[in-house]
């Protein structure tokens, strides 16, 4: 189900203060990049999906931001520029907003974008 833009814009209204200009950042910088793709509210969170698959998602969470990349390839090749930051399988976790560099992102969305085949 593709998101209508009201329902991700209640999503970040709905954030805790101290984090939303990074959450919409995140926001802008996945719907100027990820061309082709879908926004959606999945898992109660922020989504974008190609042909149906969920490739990208972000939450605020308890603790920290999440930014989840599910392309394993795409997650191999940013690990070493994300030193000292709390990194899963498919999740980066960032505990302020402060943390979140920019052109990482930027380069993991880009490489998202174009990769191409099944999403591992």
Same mark, same amino acid.
């Given at each position: ?9 209640q999503?970040?209204e ?22 082709g793709f ?8 922020p989504?974008?999906?190609?042909? #149906?698959? %969920?490739? !990208?998602?972000?939450?605020?969470q308890? =603790?920290?931001?999440?930014?989840? *990349?599910?392309?394993?390839?795409? +997650? ?11 990194? #899963?399988? %498919?999740? !980066? ?5 402060? =943390?979140?560099?920019?052109?990482? *992102?930027?380069?993991?969305?880009? +490489?998202t ?8």
């Open positions: 189900m593709v998101a209508k833009s009201g329902e991700v814009d999503y970040l709905s954030v805790p203060e101290e984090r939303r200009d990074a959450l919409n950042e995140l926001r802008d910088a996945c719907v100027e990049l990820l061309t879908e926004e959606l509210m999945g898992y109660g969170m989504g974008y999906q190609r042909d #149906g698959v %969920g490739e !990208i998602g972000f939450a605020s308890k =603790q920290y931001i999440s930014f989840y *990349v599910l392309r394993t390839d795409v +997650m191999a090749a940013h690990r070493d520029r994300l030193d000292g930051i709390s990194v #899963g399988k %498919g999740c !980066i976790r960032y505990r302020r907003p402060a =943390q979140i560099d920019m052109d990482v *992102v930027r380069s993991i969305l880009r +490489m974008a174009e990769t191409s085949g099944p999403v591992y």
